[in-house]
């Protein structure tokens, strides 16, 4: 059995709608537009979400070329998260609260063919944590501290 990694995050919220967080000695800030009650300082959970989707799987790009000793010059992920926002407003509604559907495209600039983009970018995304834990249920608990 192997060592189980444990990432944490901690954040906080004063006043307002920003949520801060020194990870590792970034700071980092959500929040939400103007016409949401927030000050638009950063972005929102959600932007933040598909965001970090985008950044794992460049990043496993990025090693997984490293590892096939591919030059990949670069990278650009589009993720595109489509949902229903009445649940997350406290409205009723038959959908679920989060994302419906997350389209993930990239465009990927390197001495391969557009097979073996393919191949690759399917097998980077299969290698991606978080795309991992966006497809397959993920126990999540919640509880007060």
Known sequence: MSANKVISVSTTMKEGCQVHADIRGHKVTIDQ???AGGTDEGPTPLEFFLFSLAGCIASIARIAATQQKIEMRSIDIDVDGAMNPAGLLGKPTEDRVG??????????????????????????????PLDDNIALETKVTHSLV
């Open 33 to 35: 537009p103007k016409q």
């Open 99 to 128: 994302f419906q559907t997350i389209t993930v495209s990239a465009k990927i600039d390197a001495d391969l063919s557009e097979e073996e983009k393919q191949a690759f970018f399917e097998a980077v995304c299969h290698r991606c």
